[in-house]
């Protein structure tokens, strides 16, 4: 029969302490990687939590902003805010010109070429103290606004009735000439953020679409003409240069 000295208990006791050990390290690693994926899933609630918030916070920033359109009266445009109060009055910027389109039917697609010539419509514009209802108002003459209408009226008929317009220029081609003009509304909210707000014609637009425009009209002169100095044939002459492609 064999008798156990202290060595082999020795060892014995190691190789337990050695498993035990090595227990404890894997119910350690897989307590440390649970927790792991805990904090990971809590990490993902707070941030869904974080996003769903900024979102609500946008949609009500949504909710109490300006609400802007225009109204026209026989001497007058007013600019008015229907919805939340303004932090100050706004800022804004009006320029109008005679818009003439050009469509060109080439090579079984229509090419809409433009025009913009700068006018000088508006004799006063200025903004009102008020910070909802008419916040600003611009003037004009009733006369020379009508003056404006005929001259576009003649721009029309010029093109239409050149005969040597008609033999350069597809007769599938079309002509629209109108008033017209851009507005920039810059207004700071109820929150004290600032923004920028731009119109053609009443209808919203882009910030680059405004840009394009804008650089239309610089191309034929950088100075709003008097309505009265207007130049039918001038314009006639400046449209059928066809510089700029309507791309807005």
Not at 49 to 62: D, G, I, N, P, R
Not at 99 to 110: A, D, P, Q, T
Not at 152 to 158: I, R
Not at 230 to 240: F, G, M
């Amino acid at each position: 029969m064999c008798s156990w000295g202290l060595n082999e208990w020795g060892d014995i006791a190691n190789i337990v302490i050695a498993l035990a050990s090595v227990a404890t390290a894997i119910v350690t690693a897989i307590v440390l990687h649970k927790q792991h994926n805990l904090q990971k899933e809590q990490h993902k609630l707070d941030q869904s939590k974080h996003t769903l918030e900024l979102q609500k916070f946008e949609a009500q920033k949504q909710e109490h902003q300006p609400i802007f359109h225009f109204r026209r009266l026989d001497d007058c445009l007013e600019i008015c805010n229907s919805g939340e109060k303004l932090a100050q009055p706004i800022k804004f910027r009006i320029s109008s010109m005679a818009y003439i389109c050009f469509s060109i039917f080439h090579f079984g697609r229509i090419i809409e070429y433009v025009t913009c010539v700068p006018v000088k419509i508006y004799r006063e514009c200025k903004c009102q103290d008020e910070l909802d209802g008419v916040v600003a108002r611009c003037h004009f003459n009733k006369d020379e606004r009508e003056l404006l209408h005929n001259k576009c009226t003649e721009v029309v008929n010029s093109l239409v009735d050149d005969k040597q317009i008609q033999m350069r220029v597809h007769p599938m081609s079309g002509v629209a000439v109108r008033d017209s003009e851009l507005i920039a509304i810059e207004y700071t909210d109820v929150y004290k953020q600032t923004h920028r707000l731009f119109y053609k014609d009443s209808i919203p637009i882009t910030g680059e679409s405004y840009e394009k425009i804008m650089q239309a009209m610089m191309q034929v002169s950088r100075i709003p003409l008097q309505i009265d100095k207007i130049d039918v044939e001038n314009i006639k002459q400046t449209v059928l240069q066809f510089r700029t492609i309507k791309n807005w």
